[in-house]
C-alpha cells in the first residue's frame, strides 16, 4: 500500500483534485515536498496539474513561494513553460515577481530565456503596475 505522500504526489502529478483535497483534508501539508525535494505547487506546475495548482493556492497553508533545491518557485516553472493561465493565476494570488532563484533569475528572466512573449508581456505590465504604486 502506498504511503500518503505518495499518494499526495501521485494526485498532484495527473490533476487529481478529488485526491489532492481528500488527502489535504486527512492533514497532510500542502507545503511537502517529493523524494526529490520539488515542493508539490511547483511539482504542479512543472506538471500542467491547473486544477491542482489552484486547490494548492486555495489553502491557506500553502506557501505561494516555495521552492525546489534550485531555488525555483512555481512562478518561475510556469513562466518557464510559457503557461499564461497558470502565470495568472500565481500572479492573482500574490506570488512575488522579485524572487530569484540560485543564479539570480526571476519569473521574468525565465520568460525571456524561453522566448515566451505572452507571459513576458504579462509579467513586464504586472511589475509596472507594482512599481507605480
Not at 494526485?11 to 483535497?21: A, L, N, R, T
Not at 511537502?32 to 508539490?40: A, E, H, I, R, W
Not at 486547490?55 to 525555483?72: Q, S
Amino acid at each position: 500500500m502506498a504511503a500518503p505522500i505518495d499518494s499526495l504526489i501521485k494526485s498532484v502529478k495527473f490533476d487529481d483534485v478529488d485526491g489532492v483535497k481528500k488527502l489535504l483534508a486527512k492533514g497532510m501539508d500542502p507545503n511537502s515536498v517529493d523524494n526529490q525535494g520539488m515542493p508539490l505547487l511547483v511539482l504542479a506546475a512543472r506538471e500542467k496539474s491547473d486544477k491542482v495548482g489552484a486547490v494548492l493556492l486555495a489553502n491557506p497553508k500553502t506557501n505561494i513561494e516555495i521552492e525546489d533545491k534550485a531555488g525555483e518557485n512555481a512562478m518561475m516553472m510556469a513562466a518557464r513553460g510559457g503557461h499564461v493561465s497558470r502565470v495568472k493565476l500565481l500572479l492573482d494570488n500574490g506570488a512575488d515577481l522579485t524572487v530569484k532563484n540560485q543564479i539570480g533569475m526571476t519569473a521574468l528572466d525565465f520568460a525571456k530565456t524561453y522566448k515566451e512573449p505572452d507571459v513576458v508581456e504579462g509579467l513586464s505590465a504586472r511589475l509596472q503596475q507594482m512599481q507605480q504604486k
